[in-house]
């Protein structure tokens, strides 16, 4: 079983950067799809990005796109089990609890869905103040 924990989070400041991390519990994790999401008081959660299991291949959310850059360890580095959430110019609208997941069950394609992931991070909040 994948246990996901996210850092990272924390109070910035409008035009601001954060950058979260999601470790998984096991190396099994490097074989497979991981997302980024995030849930806002009052609101859904939402899709903000995901990465194959090689890192070649990202999608995000559009209204992220040039903000936000999901990566993750690959190769030589896989065994540190990390995917990365670069966030940039920050805004406050972007406040909400973010989560990393791991898809491993569901068929291949469809990231931006949660239904579609298996397991999830407790989540870790970002704040940003205008």
């Known amino acids: 079983q994948v246990q996901l924990v996210e850092s990272g989070g924390g109070l910035v400041q409008a035009g601001g950067s954060l950058r979260l991390s999601c470790v998984a519990s096991?190396?099994?994790?490097?074989?497979?799809?991981l997302g980024w999401f995030r849930q806002a008081p009052g609101k859904e959660r939402e899709f903000v990005a995901a990465?194959?299991?090689?890192?070649?291949?990202?999608?995000?959310?559009?209204s992220l796109k040039g903000r936000f850059t999901v990566s993750r360890d690959t190769g030589r580095d896989s065994a540190k089990n990390t995917m990365y959430l670069q966030m940039n110019s920050l805004k406050p609208e972007d406040t909400a609890v973010y989560y990393c997941?791991?898809?491993?069950?569901?068929?291949?394609?469809?990231?931006?869905?949660?239904?579609?992931?298996?397991?999830w991070g407790q989540g870790t909040q970002v704040t940003v103040s205008s």
């Open positions: 997941a791991a898809k491993i069950y569901s068929p291949p394609g469809n990231y931006y869905h949660a239904n579609q992931y298996d397991y």
């Open positions: 096991s190396r099994s994790f490097s074989r497979y799809p």
């Open positions: 990465i194959t299991w090689n890192g070649e291949n990202t999608y995000y959310k559009d």
